[in-house]
């Protein structure tokens, strides 16, 4: 499908009108690395996945009472303030479902929650039937894969980075894999090509770079379901049209949920769920939502060039 990315500025100038909030997606990967918040049950069993189906069964949460939550982070967060509330959709095996809405919304929290990072406080989230509190952590993690620009590159090298986690990979499917993500040509640029050392003590990436090995690295760990979380790229036009071919490809035979600020990236979806302050205030497809008239189809005119500003209504809702 043909596809075209918007004006940057444009975009930034939409995040920046929602900007009230910090954003704390760039510390998930981060996040999924560190040693477990929740327990896990004596009697967890292995995660089977079959096809794919996940359930969100009115699912509430919040920070408040959670170990390990990010004081920062946590700074205007109250208490017991409820963070998402009543999130209920299902996606099909093999769907895609993208999450919209302003900073600060929920979305990265809602994900959060389908890799157990923290436990719901009410209703349930479920994989082909199996509640996520009652299969192993290392199982469920290992089903979900997750592209993102703010990849976590552990010190080691550029080889090992992509490889992480698929330890039974050979260099030739590392290669494989990084073509795919068009990530080849720059890591054959780079000093020592596949053994340069990256992360903080090595080779500094740029996000854009960063993001192309995250896809590798979900390339070649092949799960059953992906997260992808969209930054804004620092990319040229041109890789990015070409990192987001992968991407589609990556998404296309299995269960994927998308985190999308660029609403072009995610129009084919085969849902569409807006978050605004942790509720859903609209779903469905992208043409459902036009027709709709409500933020999407608003943030979408802005994004499409068609209006100029959002409409002062929607503004202040996201100030509120
Ligand atoms: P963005 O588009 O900026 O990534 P988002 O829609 O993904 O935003 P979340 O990151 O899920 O939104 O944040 C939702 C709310 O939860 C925000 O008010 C945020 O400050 C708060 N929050 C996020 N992470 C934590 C945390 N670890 N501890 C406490 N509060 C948090």
Same mark, same amino acid.
């Given at each position: 499908?043909?596809?075209?990315?918007?004006?940057?500025?444009?975009?930034?100038?939409?995040?920046?009108?929602?900007?009230?909030?910090?954003?704390?997606?760039?510390?998930?990967?981060?996040?999924?690395?560190?040693?477990?918040?929740?327990?896990?049950?004596?009697?967890?069993?292995?995660?089977?996945?079959?096809?794919?189906?996940?359930?969100?069964?009115?699912?509430?949460?919040?920070?408040?009472?959670?170990? /390990?939550?990010? *004081?920062? %982070?946590?700074?205007?967060?109250? +208490?017991?303030?409820?963070?998402? =509330?009543?999130? !209920? &959709?299902?996606?099909?095996?093999?769907?895609?479902?993208?999450?919209?809405?302003?900073?600060?919304?929920?979305?990265?929290?809602?994900?959060?929650?389908?890799?157990?990072?923290?436990?719901?406080?009410?209703?349930?989230?479920?994989?082909?039937?199996?509640?996520?509190?009652?299969?192993?952590?290392?199982?469920?993690?290992?089903?979900?894969?997750?592209?993102?620009?703010?990849?976590?590159?552990?010190?080691?090298?550029?080889?090992?980075?992509?490889?992480? /986690?698929?330890? *039974?990979? %050979?260099?030739?499917?590392?290669? +494989?894999?990084?073509?795919?993500? =068009?990530?080849? !040509? &720059?890591?054959?640029?780079?000093?020592?090509?596949?053994?340069?050392?990256?992360?903080?003590?090595?080779?500094?990436?740029?996000?854009?770079?960063?993001?192309?090995?995250?896809?590798?690295?979900?390339?070649?760990?092949?799960?059953?379901?992906?997260?992808?979380?969209?930054?804004?790229?620092?990319?040229?036009?041109?890789?990015?049209?070409?990192?987001?071919?992968?991407?589609?490809?990556?998404?296309?035979?299995?269960?994927?949920?998308?985190?999308?600020?660029?609403?072009?990236?995610?129009?084919?979806?085969?849902?569409?769920?807006?978050?605004?302050?942790? =509720?859903?205030?609209?779903?469905?497809?992208?043409?459902?939502?036009?027709?709709?008239?409500?933020?999407?189809?608003?943030?979408?005119?802005?994004?499409?060039?068609?209006?100029?500003?959002?409409?002062?209504?929607?503004?202040?809702?996201?100030?509120?």
């Amino acid at each position: 499908t043909q596809r075209f990315i918007w004006p940057m500025a444009q975009f930034g100038q939409i995040i920046n009108m929602y900007q009230r909030a910090r954003a704390s997606s760039a510390r998930m990967f981060g996040l999924m690395d560190e040693p477990s918040r929740v327990a896990e049950t004596p009697d967890a069993t292995d995660l089977e996945v079959r096809e794919g189906r996940v359930e969100y069964d009115h699912v509430t949460f919040g920070y408040g009472g959670h170990e /390990g939550v990010d *004081e920062s %982070d946590a700074a205007e967060t109250d +208490e017991d303030e409820v963070i998402v =509330e009543d999130i !209920d &959709f299902t996606v099909g095996g093999g769907e895609t479902l993208a999450l919209v809405g302003p900073t600060g919304a929920g979305k990265s929290t809602v994900l959060k929650l389908l890799l157990r990072m923290y436990d719901v406080d009410e209703g349930a989230i479920r994989i082909d039937g199996q509640d996520v509190r009652e299969v192993t952590l290392e199982s469920l993690r290992e089903s979900i894969g997750y592209v993102s620009q703010d990849t976590f590159l552990f010190y080691g090298t550029v080889e090992e980075n992509i490889r992480y /986690g698929t330890f *039974e990979a %050979d260099r030739d499917a590392v290669i +494989e894999a990084a073509k795919m993500a =068009e990530a080849h !040509d &720059f890591i054959q640029n780079l000093p020592e090509g596949y053994d340069t050392e990256v992360g903080e003590r090595g080779v500094k990436l740029s996000g854009g770079q960063r993001q192309r090995i995250s896809i590798a690295r979900a390339i070649l760990k092949d799960p059953d379901i992906l997260i992808l979380d969209e930054a804004t790229s620092d990319v040229d036009t041109e890789t990015e049209m070409l990192i987001q071919r992968s991407i589609d490809e990556l998404a296309a035979d299995r269960t994927t949920f998308a985190i999308a600020h660029r609403l072009s990236t995610i129009r084919d979806a085969d849902q569409i769920v807006v978050l605004e302050d942790g =509720e859903i205030v609209e779903r469905g497809t992208h043409e459902d939502l036009l027709a709709n008239d409500g933020l999407y189809s608003h943030l979408w005119g802005v994004q499409a060039g068609e209006i100029d500003e959002l409409p002062q209504e929607f503004i202040e809702r996201a100030q509120r």
